[in-house]
């Protein structure tokens, strides 16, 4: 009987920490970058409803209204989307980002693509094995480009279909969460 009764506990216990485990929270994080407050505003939300930690990735030289016209072929963003290799520096200030299980990052669509300090962020930070979701803003463009280039050029990243998000409700928001777990 006393046999019978400790492997029922073992048993037991063991059904207990499987179950905990089983129930892990992910840790989420939100990365966005955002030249004129947009994604931003979306970025927000989304940490909000998701329970995930909001980080802005951040030019170390901000963009200026000049930096930005992509009518003026020598502005810094048209001369930075020109060339494919192009790294923008960033502040170099996310402290754990290897303990993100599930990472979104946010940004504006510029020539229908992911801005080149995304690329920065992604290579700097890595996430190997990570589970990357990107959303976009945009006034026009879709974000076919952005999922075809993330794909080719980080293959080693687990990711999710990206979805453009303007103007996005909160509750929108949480359906998208509820359907990426």
């Known amino acids: 009987m006393k046999r019978i009764l400790i492997a ?5 216990i063991t059904l207990t920490a499987c179950g905990q485990n089983s129930k ?9 970058f955002s030249a004129t407050g947009t994604t931003e505003a979306v970025a927000k939300d989304l940490a909000e409803v998701s329970g995930a930690t909001l980080y802005e990735i951040k030019p ?7 930096d930005l016209d992509w009518r003026d072929k020598n502005s810094r963003s048209s001369v930075e989307m020109a060339d494919k290799s192009s790294r923008p520096a960033i502040v170099k200030d996310l402290k754990d980002a290897d303990s993100y299980d599930v990472i979104y990052i946010g940004f504006p669509i510029w020539w229908y693509t992911a801005p080149t300090i995304i690329n920065t962020f992604i290579e700097t930070y890595g996430f190997k094995g990570k589970t990357v979701i990107f959303f976009a803003t945009s006034g026009g463009s879709d974000v076919s480009g952005a999922d075809k280039q993330f794909h080719a050029q980080y ?5 999710k279909a990206g979805k453009l998000l303007n103007n996005a409700s909160k509750q929108t928001l949480q359906d998208w969460v509820a359907s990426n777990k």
């Open 155 to 159: 293959p080693d990243i687990n990711w």
């Open 60 to 66: 170390e030289v901000k963009y200026s209204a000049a």
């Open 24 to 32: 892990k929270e992910m840790k989420t994080l939100v990365a966005y």
């Open 8 to 12: 029922a506990a073992a048993v037991l």
